[in-house]
């Protein structure tokens, strides 16, 4: 119980934590509707978010028909160089937005005004899912708001309704923007299209989880506009007040007279007919489609020639390899590529004159902050150089001369463009900058290095291709309109600027004629393409375009401007950007950020465990910007002991800090009386400190170490029956320690380079190891000495193939002491497990870490050893599921299990104390409920040694 209480207590604390910067200045503002918190220097960021928050609720309410009770709380970050947000209405409403503009080739790149969209995007959420009527209200009343019937259902509705609706009241948005059409229209010319079980499930198959995004928002778009805006609204309050889960279909039909299952493939007609058409228009004027290079799909991106011409650069991640740098001889394909460098998390680069790449890459910035930096690799000596650290830059490009860096500089929801030095930590010069909250991506320079072409947000959802001379900041507009124009590269002469835009619906590679200021299509494909990039002798054009299996593959086009189409000029169907105004709504004046007004108890949980039967109430709370967080929790079993427990965390220092506390009664045998093992109650005082501090963190590696203080008080609470009244002729009684103080310190430290791949197996490359230390001395506080060192370490190696990886882990612990009692450790069998309690309780066993074939405690002692050894390999490919059921399936994989185990007191005794055993499993990984993942694991092991036994197991594991 004490086990339980202390771990939920923690678990709780751990989970609201967002361990920050000790030097942030909070500051809280508020609208009419919503209470917004942030740090300096982000104050107009969060008044501009009050506004536009103000102006969704206005907008968007109406159309879900809700208004929530209470203020929603928003708060907003800026630590990290990442376009997202995320909303929450259990146990309170809350919205947590990056401040940060999405990147430069993003689904996310199609809007007016990007924080009017997120807010929007994210309060949809809100209010959908806070709709609650009838038994759930009833519940919610009782218990804290910890029932929202809206939230069990698949996210495609989920995220559908948010991404419809951030389109449908805006004149952009992602149904609008052509990168979601582009996937599914390109999807479906070749067979590749989702069926309705895959995005109700949760897909490795491209898009995987931006599945609900892409098929969500456009089949529920096809499904509003048939039925009418207001179906949303029906939709939503049928779902908050119907009671049993997952019963979408009929929830739904009781709307539009028609299950999910007719209309989805209603929607797959009406599409197989939109696109069509669009294809035969392109068809019409004639496909330009170039050469493959590649076929794996996936990530094949930013190809770069070399400066003699000889070779194509690329970067390449196939969904089974690590992503790396690849090279081929131009006029070859990929089968005859080359590896260059492998380099984790790595974005836009460029390539210099001697095969070096200067490139982006995320790095944590004073532990806290995700920001992205430039690097330099060394094709010569193959080290790396940083560039930047805490610029917060992106889109490197290198001056003709070698000399200078071009790049975007992100800056409080702006971004800049940027010219440094090719220099460690070299001052940079602000080149441009648009108005507040215009973006810049993707410099390119020209080819006499005066001047830099570059795609840029600008206010009124323009993104357009302009020029700036370096030397006077004069800008030359070489687009201006509503089609994303973006990733501009010059031609060898600088006659010609070449770009990728969407003007006619599916994107392509465009040619602007710079002395004649005209502009002519150069490919016509029925995907997309994008990221064009000229030959140093400007005869060839490599650029990447969309395939029906997902994701792009590179292709090459001899440039031939005889074969270019006039380009079509850009047509504007939309309707007017929306244009919030900053003083259409009120938001109040700055104050101090202050924690306890959002730490309350928000909600109640009450367990029964009918094994130990015991029940719990649990109860927990973090402040609105996760400062401070902390849970507590009573226990009470059939005999009526009560037991407390307690926790606290403060996150607002690097290291975080934690408390915990609890009160134990506890059931204790080995006291014995007359030779008779009798059972007597403890009481159990403890309490713990602990901090961790995160070394460092790097996409490919990480270090960790961890610091507690624990102290115990246990004190005798009944002895057992006759312990006090000895007869002399019993035998020796043997009475435990008790009514002592035990304490002490431990420590662990932790690294790892472990890494995996979309569909591998689990990991498949690297090592990760981590050793721990726990020392009780009567100097810490304690009565008693002990000593206790573990240690665990794992290695990976991907096999042949695609997937078989070797899997070997090591674990052990050896203690000492003067409370050690013989056989403390004991190894021997898989632990049993209700497969059916585990589905619906979400809990999960490990796949590894027991001695298999053997008994349970088949070897015990105070020291022990085990290596677990597996080969692994998938057999089957699933990918499905049941239409919208919440069951999906994904994929059938084997393991040939070998472990060696030992656990002894004394000296090691090969023959006495080592178990071998040999096995196999056969795993099956699934989601169930939409989103929780598990391994179902059906195994066999013959134990090789003395005791060994045949054993066979049926697990839910967590998946690898």
């Known amino acids: 119980m004490r086990f339980a209480l202390a771990a939920a207590a923690m678990a709780v604390v751990a989970g609201t934590a967002h361990a920050g910067d000790s030097a942030r200045v909070f500051k809280t503002l508020e609208t009419d509707h919503f ?61 947590q937005l990056y401040a940060t503009a999405p990147n430069g080739f993003s689904e996310l790149d199609d809007y007016d005004d990007w924080l009017y969209g997120l807010v929007a995007h994210e309060y949809t959420h809100i209010l959908h899912l806070d709709t609650m009527e009838g038994l759930p209200n009833i519940y919610n009343g009782i218990f804290g708001k910890t029932w929202a019937p809206n939230q069990i259902m698949p996210r495609w509705i989920i995220e559908g309704i948010a991404t419809y609706e951030e389109t449908k009241r805006s004149a952009a948005g992602r149904n609008r923007g052509g990168r979601f059409d582009e996937i599914i229209r390109v999807a479906r010319h070749g067979g590749y299209d989702l069926d309705l079980d895959q995005v109700s499930g949760a897909p490795r198959i491209y898009p995987r989880g931006n599945a609900a995004y892409v098929y969500g928002s456009h089949f529920l778009g096809y499904v509003f506009d048939r039925f009418g805006d207001d179906a949303l609204r029906q939709m939503s309050h049928t779902a908050g007040a119907y009671a049993p889960p997952f019963a979408v279909n009929r929830q739904i039909a009781k709307v539009v007279g028609k299950p999910f299952t007719e209309l989805y493939d209603d929607w797959k007609g009406y599409l197989r007919d939109k696109y069509g058409m669009q294809e035969m228009a392109a068809e019409r004027r004639g496909l330009v489609t170039g050469r493959a290079l590649t076929s794996s799909g996936e990530a094949n991106l930013l190809a770069h020639y070399t400066a003699d011409g000889k070779e194509l650069y690329w970067l390449q991640y196939d969904g089974y390899t690590l992503p790396g740098v690849r090279a081929m001889p131009v006029g070859a394909d990929v089968k005859s590529a080359r590896d260059v460098v492998q380099i984790d998390a790595m974005g836009p680069y460029d390539l210099l004159p001697d095969g070096s790449l200067v490139y982006e890459q995320g790095r944590l910035f004073r532990s806290v902050y995700g920001y992205e930096d430039l690097f330099r690799w060394d094709a010569k000596t193959k080290q790396t150089i940083r560039l930047t650290t805490g610029r917060r830059a992106r889109d490197p490009n290198v001056s003709p001369d070698g000399r200078r860096i071009a790049y975007s500089q992100n800056e409080h929801s702006a971004s800049v463009l940027a010219v440094m030095d090719l220099a460690p930590d070299a001052k940079e010069t602000i080149v441009w900058r648009g108005e507040r909250y215009d973006q810049v991506y993707q410099p390119s320079w020209s080819p006499d290095g005066t001047r830099i072409a570059f795609s840029a947000w600008r206010t ?85 375009a969309s395939v029906p299996k997902g994701g792009y593959d590179l ?20 309707p007017d950007p929306v244009d919030v105004k900053d003083d259409e709504a009120v938001v109040s004046k700055a104050r101090p ?53 307690g926790s606290y965390g403060y996150f607002g220092w690097r290291p975080a800090v934690r408390f915990a506390g609890a009160r134990t009664l506890l059931e204790r045998g080995g006291w014995r009386v007359d030779g008779v093992n009798k059972r007597y109650t403890e009481e159990d005082w403890s309490g713990t400190l602990s901090v961790g501090i995160p070394f460092e963190s790097r996409p490919s590696s990480s270090w960790t170490l961890s610091f507690d203080y624990d102290v115990d008080w ?51 490359y690297g090592f990760d190891g981590s050793i721990g230390l726990r020392i009780d001395h009567p100097a810490l506080g304690a009565t008693y000495r002990n000593f206790t060192v573990s240690y665990a370490a794992d290695r990976l190696q991907k096999l042949w193939g695609k997937t078989p990886v070797l899997s070997m882990r090591l674990v ?11 056989g403390g450790f004991g190894l021997g069998a898989v632990p049993a497990q209700d497969v059916i309690q585990a589905i619906v309780n979400s809990t999960r066993v490990g796949a590894s870490g027991y001695l298999r ?27 499905h599921g049941l239409k919208t059921l919440p069951f999906y399936l994904r994929r059938v994989h084997m393991a040939l299990l070998s472990d060696i185990g ?59």
């Open 35 to 95: 209470i917004i918190h942030y740090w300096q220097p982000l104050d107009d960021v969060a008044r501009r978010v009050g506004v536009v928050a103000e102006r969704a609720h206005r907008v968007l309410s109406p159309a879900l028909d809700h208004d929530p009770a209470d203020k929603t709380l928003i708060y907003i970050t800026d630590d990290t160089d990442s376009a997202n947000g995320f909303a929450s209405v259990l146990p309170r409403n809350a919205i």
């Open 460 to 544: 009124g959802g323009l993104r357009d291709i302009l020029v700036v001379d370096v030397a006077t900041g004069k800008i030359d507009e070489i687009t201006r309109d509503r089609a994303l124009d973006i990733q501009p590269e010059w031609s060898p002469d600088g006659s010609t600027i070449y770009f990728a835009s969407d003007r006619t619906g599916i994107a392509n590679i465009y040619a602007f004629d710079v002395a004649a200021r005209t502009t002519w299509q150069v490919t016509n494909v029925l995907g997309g393409a994008f990221q064009p990039r000229t030959s140093p002798d400007g005869k060839r054009l490599a650029f990447i």
């Open 555 to 574: 292709y090459e086009l001899p440039i031939e401007r005889t074969a270019w189409l006039p380009a079509r000029d850009y047509v504007d169907d939309r």
């Open 593 to 645: 950020y202050r924690a306890f007004e959002s730490l309350a108890p928000q909600s109640w949980t009450l367990q029964y465990d009918s094994a130990s039967r015991t029940a719990n109430i649990q109860t927990g709370g973090s402040d609105a910007v996760g400062l401070h967080g902390y849970s507590l929790a009573i226990g009470l079993d059939d005999k009526g002991q009560v037991n407390v427990g």
């Open 714 to 764: 246990f004190r005798l609470v009944k002895a057992p029956d006759g312990a006090m009244a000895l007869d002399p002729n019993m035998r020796t009684p043997l009475v435990p320690a008790t009514d002592y103080v035990q304490a002490g310190i431990g420590t662990r430290v932790s690294f790892s380079t472990v890494r995996g791949t979309t569909f591998g197996l689990g990991s498949q």
């Open 812 to 822: 052990g612990a050896i203690r000492a002491g003067d409370l050690i009692r013989a």
């Open 853 to 879: 074939g053997y008994p349970a405690r088949t070897v015990a002692g105070n020291q022990y050893h085990l290596l677990n050894l597996e080969y692994r390999q998938e057999l089957l490919q699933i990918e």
């Open 902 to 960: 030992t656990a002894f007191d004394t000296a090691f005794d090969a023959s006495r104390d080592m178990r071998v055993s040999v096995g196999a499993a056969l795993r099956m990984d699934a989601f169930f409920g939409y989103f929780v993942p598990g391994t179902f694991e059906v195994g066999w092991s013959r134990g090789l040694t003395d005791g060994g036994v045949n054993e066979s197991w049926f697990l839910l594991t967590g998946s690898l």
